[in-house]
T-cell receptor
Framework: NAGVMQNPRHLVRRRGQEARLRCSPMKGHSHVYWYRQLPEEGLKFMVY????????ESGMPKERFSAEFPKEGPSILRIQQVVRGDSAAYFCASSPFLAGESTDTQYFGPGTRLTVL | KQEVTQIPAALSVPEGENLVLNCSFTDSAIYNLQWFRQDPGKGLTSLLL?????REQTSGRLNASLDKSSGRSTLYIAASQPGDSATYLC?????????????FGQGTTLQVKP
């Protein structure tokens, strides 16, 4: 069973451009989480999605950031008009979690390292 | 607001030593607690997950304990090896059942010297 896949692994953008980060969850997982790790900081939750639904976006910046998890294809984290402060490692995690299930370990991908010039 | 703190921030030990990493959280209403390992430039690897009803979990040379009432967890690493060098992260899942988001500590960076 392939693990969580993220691409690209490294992404360089100039200020004002758009960044698209992709995450393919583990096979059979329908729950996806995005986290951001800023330099010298811990991981911070951004958004939790199920197929075609955003469940919790309490950690998403109010502007420029959006996420989706379509019925087919990977989850996408989109950052419009990037600024230098967006430079960070973005991690995706997936889980087979079902409501009421006790086993809900999150499996993390290798991350996408975004550098904004 | 749940806050997770890890002490120490960095630790350097000689090979073979037993060591303890500490994690504390401010709100005891957690669903579970998870320990991860992160290697430089890499993703996170789950080491141990402890449900709120459990006191400890063991995997090989690793043992994690949970004292929910006092808001503490420890990760015990026995007979440390240079390959254990990494950053160890503690994360709690909040007690609410409709979201699985994790709240992370800042991590403890461990260096095991040969």
């Amino acid at each position: 069973n392939a693990g969580v896949m993220q691409n690209p692994r490294h992404l360089v953008r100039r200020r004002g451009q758009e960044a698209r980060l992709r995450c393919s969850p583990m096979k059979g997982h329908s729950h996806v989480y995005w986290y951001r790790q800023l330099p010298e900081e811990g991981l911070k939750f951004m958004v939790y999605l199920q197929k075609e639904n955003i469940i919790d976006e309490s950690g998403m910046p109010k502007e420029r950031f959006s996420a989706e998890f379509p019925k087919e294809g990977p989850s996408i984290l989109r950052i419009q008009q990037v600024v230098r402060g967006d430079s960070a490692a973005y991690f995706c995690a997936s889980s087979p979690f079902l409501a009421g299930e006790s086993t809900d370990t999150q499996y993390f991908g290798p991350g996408t390292r975004l550098t904004v010039l | 607001k749940q806050e997770v703190t890890q002490i120490p921030a960095a630790l350097s030990v000689p090979e073979g030593e037993n060591l303890v990493l500490n994690c504390s959280f401010t709100d005891s209403a957690i669903y579970n607690l998870q320990w991860f390992r992160q290697d430089p430039g890499k993703g996170l690897t789950s080491l141990l997950l402890i449900q709120s009803s459990q006191r400890e979990q063991t995997s090989g040379r690793l043992n994690a304990s949970l004292d929910k009432s006092s808001g503490r967890s420890t990760l015990y690493i026995a007979a440390s090896q240079p390959g254990d060098s990494a950053t160890y992260l503690c994360a709690v899942r909040l007690g609410s059942s409709n979201t699985g988001k994790l709240i992370f500590g800042q991590g403890t960076t461990l260096q095991v010297k040969p």
